[in-house]
């Protein structure tokens, strides 16, 4: 039984290893960044450019989180495979974020019809700035919906450091929506990304990038 536990604490920890590079914090601070602008109201209404810039920067974002992985991470720490609990908490919480991403893109949809039909449009901003009770629910709401599906994350990846970017995303998703401002959202972002940056330079100096041939000059 001893063994079998060290065995689990070993492949756990082996698992959160893999967030010693500090790329999945900087990818999920940038991904705020991006929704400070999916999410502003401009003045004049919804305009297809929310959807446009922010769909071009979630891909930049991903596209760096990819290649961060790819040529930074793996040639510094190999590539490991886990057992099968492992598999089944991945499926588990693809399960989950199902469900969060089903209600998520209802409310995107609601988004896109305000720019789609400028009637809509026209009143939902009406709505939204002329009734700061209302303001606050969809505030609130939306706060908890991202929040908890972040410690959902966290807690099925062992990512410890996923509880504090579930806070500060649930924050930005709040301040976004309530004072429709996309500079506090940004700033909070930062916040996120800051972190990640510093173990990024940590990972770097920790796991220096090893000749090919095993040889040193």
Known sequence: MS???????????????TYQDGLWDIYYGLIVMCMSIFVYRP?????????????LMISLSYGLFWAGKKYITLPRMGQVRFGSMRKQKARTLAIVLGVFVLIQV??????TLGWLNPDAGAKLNTYLNERNSGLLVVAVIGALMVGPSIIVIAYF??????????????????????????????MIGGLIILPGLVLFVRFLKTYPLQPKDGSYE
């Open 43 to 55: 003045p004049k209404g919804y305009s297809p450019m929310n959807i446009i810039l922010s769909t």
């Open 106 to 111: 209802g409310l995107v949809g609601l988004t």
């Open 3 to 17: 063994a079998q536990l060290s065995l689990k604490e070993i492949e756990r920890k082996a698992f959160r290893s």
């Open 157 to 186: 990846s062992d990512f410890p450091r996923g509880y504090y970017i579930a806070i500060m995303m649930a924050l930005a998703v709040f301040v976004m929506i309530y004072l429709n401002q996309p500079l506090y959202a940004i």
